[in-house]
């Protein structure tokens, strides 16, 4: 059992999302420390990039913000290859290919299992697309989560269920990160299901539009995880200072693990 899949034996885990340099990558390693400390199970890391499509205003903001910081891949490998004797944590990078192919599909995955990263998210490969990286990922021990949506075909949720490993990533709703408006897929539990029988014993985490505590309880029973993100960098982004930040993400993440537990 991999060091992510751990995290899903017993109580339900919260994977929260924080864009990496958003606004410095002094205040992500400050972010990890704190959700770490408020019991978060698993933290995804945002490579930042230029065009987003998977994503929403308030990620797409985040990662300007990071960029305009002078954050790239390289800093981001660097930090987190710093502070890992500090993390305990799984870490995971979710990104777009674009980055990772100008860095180095075999080098990337070899710097990122150095820096003690567990895994990767990259919502535009397609799982036919991807099998250089697939095979640098494990040969470095590096999880490849992949994403399903309530659209997968059979066919294809069987293709991407069984390249996945980690977890399965299941995207509540159509559309980008953050639309807590459109709220989640009206036949929900139907759609995990499916994508359970089509998973076997892979665990299924669930997010986009999750923004509360609210609507995890109403969901809670069908996953086997929560994903958060934009509504945390909200949370974040309401505070003026570092200390405030810091306090909204931990506030903010406590009353996501507290809903998750009810």
């Known amino acids: 059992m991999n060091k992510i899949t751990a995290q899903f034996q017993g109580e339900k885990p919260l994977i929260t999302y924080i864009s990496g340099g958003d606004p410095s990558l002094e205040m992500t390693e400050k972010l990890i420390y704190k959700l770490q400390a408020e019991g ?3 933290i995804e890391i945002g490579i930042p990039f230029s065009d987003p499509l998977a994503d929403g205003p308030v990620i797409q903001e985040a990662s300007q913000r990071a960029l305009k910081a002078g954050t790239t891949l390289k800093k981001l490998i660097a930090k987190i290859n710093e502070i890992q004797a500090q993390v305990e944590v799984p870490l995971v990078l979710m990104g777009y290919y674009n980055s990772i192919l100008n860095y180095g599909e075999k080098d990337f995955a070899r ?5 003690g990263v567990s895994g990767v998210i990259i919502p535009d490969l397609p799982v036919d697309e991807k099998a250089e990286l697939s095979k640098y990922l ?3 021990g590096v999880s490849q989560i992949m994403l399903v949506t309530p659209n997968t075909s ?3 949720l069987k293709e991407i269920t069984a390249k996945s ?3 399965l990533y299941c995207v ?3 559309g980008t990160t953050g639309d807590g408006q459109q709220g989640v897929y009206p036949k929900l539990e139907n759609y995990l299901k499916r994508v359970r029988k089509a998973a076997g014993e892979l665990p299924l985490g669930l997010g986009f539009g999750i923004d509360g505590p609210e609507k995890v309880r109403k969901i809670i029973d069908y996953p086997d995880g929560i994903i958060i993100g934009s ?3 909200k949370a974040i982004q309401a505070g003026e200072t570092e200390a405030e930040m810091l306090e909204n993400a931990g506030k903010f993440a ?3 693990k507290n809903a998750i537990k009810t």
């Open 40 to 42: 978060v199970d698993i």
């Open 111 to 115: 710097d990122i299992a150095e820096a």
């Open 138 to 140: 494990e040969n470095y």
């Open 154 to 156: 059979k066919q294809r």
């Open 165 to 167: 490993s980690g977890f």
């Open 172 to 174: 509540a709703h159509l």
């Open 231 to 233: 509504a945390l960098i």
């Open 254 to 256: 406590k009353e996501i």
